[in-house]
């Protein structure tokens, strides 16, 4: 239990679906990431939050959609996925962005789009 | 782009066994920090190290760093079955990304 929890932990979902991932940490961290994880690819950072800010966006396609409420919630909107959007999706908090601390890690979504 | 690169790619040995994985990586960093996934599960720290450290201990793992070679190994001694997982480091590369390498599938076998 890494005080990261993600929902839900698999799902699958049509190319037309729209569905959210849901993150939530109550570690008091300021920072929060979703990266991607697939099959023999190093994992792949997507978007980062400090303080409720977007401050990265790694050339992400439109159709993943992060939101951010407050430093404790974190979402990931999908619309109209394609097939190679399959993959293990994480999400993690760290104290503050500057990546000198220790980053804590969901169990992940699996994510299979058909 | 890839930071860190680990090599083997994969590595299986009996218990009892020491395991050594290593990173290497492309730029200057601030720090290095290994993790450890079970199958399908999240990523778990292991051990941050800092640009001006060279060795770093935590139980059954010795972590060293080697910045003028820009690499980094994970030694984990006396193995166990459960440590049976794939093994990452990841670099900040001077930047406030945390950039991970493909990994190390580590097999102990009883």
């Known amino acids: 239990e890494t005080g990261v929890t993600q929902t839900p932990r698999h799902l699958v979902m049509g190319m037309t679906n729209k569905k959210s991932l849901k993150c939530e940490q109550h570690?008091?961290?300021?920072?929060m990431y979703w990266y991607k994880q697939s099959a023999k690819k190093p994992l792949e950072l997507m978007f980062v939050y400090s303080l409720e800010e977007r401050v990265e966006n790694n050339s992400v396609p439109s159709r993943f959609s992060p939101e951010c409420p407050n430093s404790s919630h974190l979402f990931l909107h999908l619309h109209t996925l394609q097939p190679e959007d399959s993959a293990l999706y994480l999400c993690?908090?760290?104290?503050?962005?500057?990546?000198?601390?220790?980053?804590?890690f969901g169990q992940g979504t699996r994510l299979t789009v058909v | 782009s890839q930071q860190g690169e680990e090599d083997p790619q994969a590595l299986s040995i009996q218990e009892g066994e020491n395991a050594t994985m290593n990173c290497s990586y492309k730029t200057s960093i601030n720090n290095l920090q290994w993790y450890r996934q079970n199958s399908g599960r999240g990523l778990v720290h292991l051990i941050l190290?800092?640009?001006?450290?060279r060795e770093k201990h935590s139980g059954r793992l010795r972590v060293t760093l080697d910045t003028s070679k820009k690499s980094s190994s994970l030694l984990i001694t006396a193995s166990r079955a459960a440590d049976t997982a794939s093994y990452f480091c990841a670099t900040d590369a001077n930047t406030d990304k945390l950039i991970f390498g493909t990994g190390t599938r580590l097999q102990v076998f009883p």
């Open positions: 190290i800092r640009s001006n450290e």
């Open positions: 570690l008091g961290h300021n920072a």
């Open positions: 993690a908090s760290s104290q503050d962005s500057s990546m000198n601390t220790e980053a804590f």
